[in-house]
């Protein structure tokens, strides 16, 4: 009776060797996503401020502002969708109560206006949060103006992104200003995990890989 053989070093170490290959190629997918997801939410953050910015050159009134809702629909074409106008005071009244649900006024116009003149894609008679777009952590892109010290957020109008994970957050961060969550342009509020959580008081620092912001940047 011959007796049963087993691996040989040089077996198993091939084995190992490949067992690494495929560990190393897993692994750097994950990153080669990862590293997608945030160019997707710089790129979401840069085109709504070239929207906001495009829009006032090219009309002289902030987007969601302007008004009255005969002068929008008279510039004919897609305008003739618009259902929604500003006071045209010169003010967004975009609360942060309504970042992520675009219940008021003048955050449903914001996103109508941009849409009609072409600057950002998507439905202009789709009401509420699935007026929004979605950002690359499976949540949602939204605008406020702060006007009432919310310290997640810096003063003026922001472009939030919610659900963004910690680790994409501090990369963020670091990329676009200087990487703390309660200071400069771009500032972060702890959110909770699947949820679209409004800005609020600003997150400790530094970002936490275990936790989910949600991220805002001044336009």
Known sequence: MQNAK????????????IIGILLGAILKGQELVDNAKIKRAVSDMNSIFV???GYIDRYQRKPGDDGPLATLTARGGAWASVTAAGNSDGNLGALVANTFTNGAVETTSFW??????GFVPGSITAAGAAAL???GFNG???????TTAVTGAASGINVCLSQVPGKAAAALDKQLDD????AGSVRATLGTAGT???PGAAAAAPYSEASEYTLCRAL
């Open 6 to 17: 087993g691996f040989t070093l040089v077996e198993l170490a091939i084995v190992l060797i």
């Open 51 to 53: 929207a906001y910015n």
């Open 112 to 117: 109508q206006h941009v849409k009609a003149a």
């Open 133 to 135: 777009p979605n950002n």
């Open 140 to 146: 949602l892109v939204g605008v406020f103006n702060n």
């Open 179 to 182: 990487g703390d969550p309660t």
């Open 196 to 198: 679209n959580t409004v």
